[in-house]
């Protein structure tokens, strides 16, 4: 059955375009089918990353609006057979995202595919709440800084309150993926240290991204990091994210530290 994950986060810049594709690039490569889906109507970029800007012919709001059907929209990946990407419109604005067209859109996605990655955009407004609404899982991105964690959390209160799932009563299964983390500067102070924002946000920990000039390479070239060097560090932690995603226990540990396997922290749930 289809699973829908919404890649989230309150603040801008936090990463949310680079793990949908990395988190999307490696799902595929698990040989399940996969969509990313661009819900930042008006600021596209998750086709940049992806390496498909010039592939563009139809979007997510043609599809919505009835002047393409899904087939049309949907872009195959040259790299990855099992992996696709659906476009944000550059031209409109996020009013031409209705509730209606949403739905039907991601009812016909969850026939043909194995995953669903919706890359949210920024803040909580029309796009953003749209993006969760259907969500089953959520990877709520996060920098280590207080601001990024502060609104996260009030991402965390919409997903308990504007989605399908707590209509029903129930919960969007919630994860965390701390991305641009330095040890090195963590252990001085300069940022929050990982037990310091599981501590606020209070979800289970899914991934730890160090921050790396490999994501900015991988993203200049129009390739997910996963897919661009499968080998380096940030990679690295986003296979193992994805792996977590897909039910799998992979022991965790911080980048650039050498304790050793934090089953404390990968384990902790939220009360």
Not at 111 to 133: N, Q, V, Y
Not at 250 to 271: C, D
Request: with cysteine; glycine share 8%.
């Amino acid at each position: 059955m289809a699973k829908v994950v919404v890649v989230t986060s309150g603040k801008g810049g936090v990463g949310k375009t680079t793990s949908t594709a990395a988190l999307g690039a490696a799902l595929a490569q698990r040989n399940e089918k996969t969509v990313v889906v661009d819900f930042d109507v008006g600021l596209r970029n998750l086709d940049l990353v992806m390496g498909a800007e010039r592939r563009v012919v139809y979007d997510l709001v043609n599809v919505i609006q009835g002047d393409a059907k899904l087939p049309q929209a949907l872009i195959r990946d040259k790299r990855l057979d099992t992996l696709f990407l659906l476009p944000a419109s550059q031209t409109r604005d996020k009013d031409s995202l209705t509730p209606e067209g949403v739905e039907r859109v991601m009812e016909e996605l969850r026939k043909h595919f194995d995953w669903i990655i919706c890359d949210s955009p920024a803040g909580i407004e029309r796009g953003a709440t749209l993006a969760m609404r259907h969500a089953d899982l959520a990877v709520i991105v996060t920098n280590p800084e207080v601001s990024s964690v502060r609104d996260s959390d009030r991402i965390i209160g919409l997903l308990d309150a504007k989605t399908e799932r707590a209509e029903r009563g129930e919960r969007v299964e919630k994860h965390l993926l701390l991305t641009r983390y330095d040890a090195v500067r963590a252990e001085r102070g300069d940022m929050l240290k990982v037990d310091d924002v599981l501590e606020i946000l209070s979800i289970p920990l899914i991934g730890i991204v160090p921050e790396s000039m490999d994501v900015l390479k991988a993203s200049n070239l129009g390739a997910p990091v996963t897919l661009a060097d499968s080998s380096s560090a940030p990679a690295r932690a986003y296979l193992d994210a994805a792996r977590r995603l897909a039910g799998e226990t992979v022991p965790m540990t911080i980048p650039g530290e050498k304790r050793g396997f934090l089953g404390k922290i990968f384990g902790r749930r939220a009360a």
